[in-house]
Structure formats: structure tokens, C-alpha cells
């Protein structure tokens, strides 16, 4: 099975570090997303890929969070100078006509 | 904006009774409306899915869901709960010609299934 695939599945930082986190989408799928889902809310929208395009970013994402999708397939997030608030899973997502979205299994951040 | 209000963070249901989990919600243009399931530690699985055409849509495990327009809701039901059914379920709506396909969630609600 060939789904969206994520990495690391857990991530323990102490504050002020900065982590990486990288998601494989299902193959061919042109539209790749961003969420971050903090315990007992829903997820919430970070940002979005069409290809290699960057096209929208929600407020959420502070200057020290960025993201890439240098060639149009996998795509790394990566937080700078990690703050306690930061703690969350993160979740990616792709699809092919951003109708449905496949989700990863997301990766756990913990900022001690 | 769009905005999803799910009712009830907790819902606690017998084994074998209906399932009723409401959702609605907010947007100025027709809506996708999607009903995902997430076990603990797990992403998001999506159980089904209204684009257009048929008002009421069957998913995965034997849930479905009915929209309707006029009250702005998307209610998921399934006639009869089993243990396994036991998650967190997320509503969601997408404005797909204005928002590139982003999901806008509402807070979720847990299920929980009594033997």
C-alpha cells in the first residue's frame, strides 16, 4: 500500500532546536498539505502545495516554520527555534483534484 | 469564511444502537463535506464524502451521512454501533474552486461504545 508516508512518526526536541519533518504523498498526487492538530481540537490548515508551488499559507505559520516541495514530490516542514507551543502532530495530506485527501499517519512533536 | 460546528464532543452510545454524530456548517459556496475517523496516534481515515448530486452518501463500516442544504448540516449516522466503532470523527468542509481543496475541521467528537 502506497500511501502518504510520514517521518519521523515521533520527534522529542528541547526548546530552541530546530526539527525537520519530512511527508512522501501518494505517487502522482499533484496537491500536498499541511496540518497541525494539537490535542482534543481538529486539525487546522498550515499550508499547501500544487506541484512544486507553494500557494497558500495560513496565518498559523509563523516565520519560523517553513516549508518545500522542491520537485513536486516529497515535501519537508521544518520549525526553527522550537517553542513549547509548537507541540502538536503534524499531519500531511495529498490528493490528485483537491477533492479527497489522503492523510499520513503524522508525526508527534514534543518541545521540551 | 467557512466554519464547521460539530455538537457534542462526547457522545456514549450501547453496542448496537444508533449512532448519531451532527455536524454544521458554514460556507458561501456550495460545499464538499467530508466525515474523517482518527484512531489514537493514527491519521485521519476519510469514511465518506458529499461533492454533488445524491443527498445522502453511504461510507466505509456501514456510516452515512444526509445533507441538507436548508438546515446547513451533514449528521453522520450508523444504524447499529459495534465496539470497534469506538474513535475520534472529524467533520469537514472544503470550498474546492476557491480554496485549492484545504479542510477546514470542526473540533471533533469522541465516540465511545458501551458493551
Known amino acids: 500500500d502506497t500511501g502518504v508516508s510520514q517521518d519521523p512518526r515521533h520527534k522529542i526536541t528541547k526548546r530552541g532546536q530546530n526539527v525537520t519533518f519530512r511527508c512522501d504523498p501518494i505517487s502522482e498526487h499533484n496537491r500536498l498539505y499541511w496540518y497541525r492538530q494539537t490535542l482534543g481540537q481538529g486539525p487546522e490548515f498550515l499550508t499547501y502545495f500544487q506541484n512544486e508551488a507553494q500557494l497558500e499559507k495560513s496565518r498559523l505559520l509563523s516565520d519560523r516554520f517553513s516549508a518545500e516541495r522542491p520537485k513536486g514530490s516529497f515535501s519537508t516542514l521544518e520549525i526553527q527555534r522550537t517553542e513549547q507551543g509548537d507541540s502538536a502532530m503534524y499531519l500531511c495530506?495529498?490528493?490528485?483534484?483537491?477533492?479527497?485527501?489522503?492523510f499520513g499517519q503524522g508525526t508527534r512533536l514534543t518541545v521540551v | 469564511a467557512q466554519s464547521v460546528t460539530q455538537l457534542g464532543s462526547h457522545v456514549s452510545v450501547s453496542e448496537g444502537a444508533l449512532v448519531l454524530l451532527r455536524c454544521n456548517y458554514s460556507s458561501s459556496v456550495p460545499p464538499y463535506l467530508f466525515w474523517y475517523v482518527q484512531y489514537p496516534n493514527q491519521g485521519l481515515q476519510l469514511l465518506l464524502k458529499?461533492?454533488?448530486?445524491?443527498?445522502l452518501v453511504k461510507g466505509i463500516n456501514g456510516f452515512e451521512a444526509e445533507f441538507k442544504k436548508s438546515e446547513t448540516s451533514f449528521h453522520l449516522t450508523k444504524p447499529s454501533a459495534h465496539m470497534s466503532d469506538a474513535a475520534e470523527y472529524f467533520c469537514a468542509v472544503s470550498e474546492y474552486y476557491n480554496q485549492g481543496g484545504k479542510l477546514i475541521f470542526g473540533q471533533g467528537t469522541e465516540l465511545s461504545v458501551k458493551p
Open positions: 458529499y461533492t454533488t448530486g445524491a443527498t
Open positions: 495530506a495529498s490528493s490528485s483534484r483537491g477533492i479527497e485527501a489522503f
